[in-house]
DNA sequence: AATAGAGTTAACGTAAACGTCAAGATAAAC
DNA sequence: GTTTATCTTGACGTTTACGTTAACTCTATT
């Protein structure tokens, strides 16, 4: 296996980011690649970061919050079971989190389809009600 | 019908915010409630302008989209049959918008539900998996 | 050997979204 | 009629999440 490597300006231009970016995320512990040299090197794992914390930040949470989030991914399991317990407690709780926001998205699309029934009635237009608002393939 | 009214405090203490944040908001254009004499006074619109203010803010949408959000909502239905195709192109979009954050929830959630199956393996239990990771009364 | 290209740290700048005084107006309560 | 509570408008401060030079280093050519 050809455990790839990545520059930082090749994270960069792949999610559109730069590369000030990455160093700052790693600042503040967010990913924390290798050096070669003096030179960042990311390999798959911090590219998998990456694009969590880029989830993240579309959702809207602090990186502070995102880095609680990334260490649940840690592939590193620990063996002390209290150590399992406290993750497992944490991801109810972040899970939490994502479902206070999916109802947040629900409610905001529910009221959107209020509106634009209102709209179409006032175009005098007819369709069928409250279709597509979700893609279906919610499991 | 009795109009109810709120004042800046009212709101602020309904909401968990402070009254800064109100007339932040209504620096920035979100909300609009009319003057006694020199103070505030909130109407119930206001308030659900509000309520879809801080949906927004949850959701991580900034100000200004959130603005625009809100501004779909507005109940004084144009009568230009353009204006009301430009409301109905915005609803798409922001409902885009929405769909692409219910995905990226979607995927952490599945992604979660990865690391705690595999804690629960280390811990030597077992139980059924993929269960309620999110609301069952999504339509 | 000089030049270009990509990387580095350090440091200051900035936009968004408020927090936090300060100083005054106003209305209600005593 | 004066305290008390609540409101107001500035105005400056703060945190988060980077942007933007600046000054250097290090390979990699040419």
Known sequence: MATTEYSISDLAQAFT??????????????????????????????????????RGKRLGFSLEEIKEIIELYDPSQPEDPRQLYFLLRKLHQKRKDLINKFNDIRETLNAMDIIEERALGTLGKRQNPRVNQLPLDID
């Open 17 to 54: 980011i730069t590369p000030r970016t990455l160093r700052f995320y790693e600042m503040r512990g967010l990913i924390t690649p290798k050096r070669h040299g003096v030179s960042r090197v990311y390999s798959e794992k911090d590219k998998v970061r990456l694009e969590l914390a880029l």
